[in-house]
């Protein structure tokens, strides 16, 4: 991976009080890399970003923002750019997750689920796709699911959501492939994260948001299309996918 003219890397987190997020930055951190972390919550940020910086990291910014507010993002998108005099790294890896329950019975609920994991980052990745293709350097990655993956009863808004979101980083990828930049899908398993606190988290499917973060950045590094973390995730999924119906509709996945 190329580098911006300061010789110093930068990676722009959208989505930074995320415990994923925040695994990634740390990794980031002890290898000196510039950091901008964007989030809603700028005293969650100050506090990791002043942690970051004890940790190695070169300088650390904060920006504010609320990735619901879709007709803010090109601004911010904007904001983030010329704060680090272009990026080397964006990760998008803000998402919400409602139970399946609660979004069939209400529609609102449905929508803010495809609104924050499909249609907030799709408009995000877009002004994104345009400055990195004129840098012609750099990664574009992306936190999408093994939910995305196949439609099933237990969560299948959210994993539309994903899944469209894959679709998407699969069409950009296209796009950007004689641009020198790289897009990467990250799909996750089972994370013990605050997204999933309310799940009973025992069992050996379940990984750390530091195991992931590990696979994060070794992905961007070699520029990887599609990175199933935990590496058995792929294999679960390649199982889940060639199920035939008459069998997957007997199943309560
Ligand atoms: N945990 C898993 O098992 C798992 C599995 C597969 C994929 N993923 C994906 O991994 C990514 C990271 O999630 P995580 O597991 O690290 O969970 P997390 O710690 O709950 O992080 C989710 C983050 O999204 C942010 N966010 C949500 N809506 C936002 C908005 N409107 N504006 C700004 N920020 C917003 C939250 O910000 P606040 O802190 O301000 O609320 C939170 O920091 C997500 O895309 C998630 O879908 C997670």
Request: charged letters at 20%.
């Amino acid at each position: 991976m190329t580098q911006t003219t300061s010789g110093v890397r930068t990676a722009a987190l959208f989505g930074a009080s995320s415990d994923i997020a925040v695994a990634v930055a740390r990794r980031y951190a002890e290898t000196g890399w510039r950091l901008l972390l964007i989030g809603r919550d700028t005293a969650d940020l100050a506090a990791t970003a002043a942690d970051l910086r004890v940790r190695g990291g070169v300088e650390t910014h904060v920006l504010q923002a609320d990735f619901a507010h879709l007709e803010e993002l090109p601004r911010m998108v904007a904001a983030a750019w010329d704060r680090c005099g272009g990026i080397d790294v964006a990760l998008i890896a803000y998402g919400t997750m409602a139970p399946q329950s609660d979004a069939e019975r209400n529609t609102a609920v449905a929508g803010e689920i495809i609104a924050i994991n499909f249609t907030s980052p799709a408009i995000l990745l877009n002004e994104l796709a345009g400055r990195f293709q004129a840098q012609r350097h750099g990664t574009i990655a992306a936190i999408t699911s093994v939910a995305g993956d196949r439609g099933r009863m237990s969560n299948y808004v959210y994993g539309a959501a994903k899944g469209g979101l894959q679709r998407l980083l699969e069409g950009l990828r296209h796009r950007l492939a004689r641009s020198g930049v790289a897009v990467v899908d990250i799909r996750p398993g089972f994370v013990a994260t605050k997204l999933t606190a309310h799940l009973d988290r025992r069992g050996i499917l379940w990984a750390s948001p530091d195991r992931v973060a590990a696979d994060i950045v070794g992905a961007i590094e070699r520029g990887r299309a599609v990175c199933y973390t935990p590496w058995f995730w792929r294999l679960i999924m390649l199982i889940v996918r060639a199920l035939p119906r008459s069998v997957f509709h007997r199943t309560s996945l």
